[in-house]
């Protein structure tokens, strides 16, 4: 694809409900990135695919969170039972050996928990 | 580990003057730094980054940025501000240039140009 697609755009969820964050990465893009980003703060990462592997899952602040690329393409990030400090954008990154693993990253998903 | 210092969350400047975005780095490892550019309700854009060699980086849009080593910072500059570069601003910084390089952020620099 062109581009580094994230759905849904915007959520809303009532606290304690289960939602799902989707990652549609450009084609080909071997990694695979999570970052999360709190209201006026910079992206903080919390997962990393190669493939279908997840090699790095050190920044996932609990086990609510858990992220999924079964077919190495595009990525889940599943968070259960939301809370009100789980509001922030959400947002996806991926790149390949082409361009020196720089980073494209999507527009983001902007979580706001009630 | 890393981290990063972004100095200044917000900066307002004229259009055509001097932009300048002040970063520093901590790392325990030769670092690769990134400057990327965010607009509302947009990802990340890339504007520049370092990995070795020359220290100063040409960038997108008219930014460069120099890496100095003894001072561990990595500042952002460009001759002249333009009205489209209001936007927030992220230093990064990685400890490696392969395929797991997590990217650890600054807190964002937000430029506002007057006209």
């Known amino acids: 694809g062109a581009g580094v697609s994230q759905s849904p755009r915007y959520k809303v969820a009532k606290r304690g409900q289960d939602v799902a964050l989707r990652c549609d990465p450009i084609?080909?893009?071997?990694?695979l990135f999570w970052y999360q980003q709190a209201l006026g703060q910079g992206p903080e990462f919390l997962t990393y695919f190669q493939n279908e592997a997840q090699l790095d899952k050190s920044g996932l602040p609990s086990d609510r969170f858990f992220a999924e690329r079964p077919e190495g393409s595009v990525s889940t990030l599943k968070i259960q039972r939301t809370q009100q400090e789980d509001s922030a954008v959400y947002l996806c990154?991926?790149?390949?050996?082409?361009?020196?693993?720089?980073?494209?990253f999507g527009p983001g998903t902007r979580l706001t928990v009630t | 580990a890393q981290s990063v210092t972004q100095l200044g969350s917000h900066v307002s400047v004229s259009e055509g003057a001097l932009v300048l975005l002040r970063c520093n780095y901590s790392?325990?490892?030769?670092?690769?730094l990134f400057w990327y550019v965010q607009y509302p309700n947009q990802g990340l854009q890339l504007l520049l980054k370092y990995t070795t060699g020359a220290t100063l980086v040409k960038g997108i849009n008219g930014f460069e940025a120099e890496f100095k080593k003894s001072e561990t910072s990595f500042h952002l500059t460009k001759p002249s501000a333009h009205m489209s570069d209001a936007a927030e601003y992220f230093c990064?910084?990685?400890?490696?240039?392969?395929?797991?390089?997590?990217?650890?952020f600054g807190g964002g620099t937000r430029v506002l140009v007057k006209p």
């Open positions: 990064a910084v990685s400890g490696s240039g392969a395929a797991g390089n997590k990217l650890t």
């Open positions: 084609s080909g893009h071997v990694s």
């Open positions: 990154a991926s790149s390949d050996r082409d361009r020196g693993y720089e980073q494209y």
């Open positions: 790392s325990s490892v030769p670092p690769y």
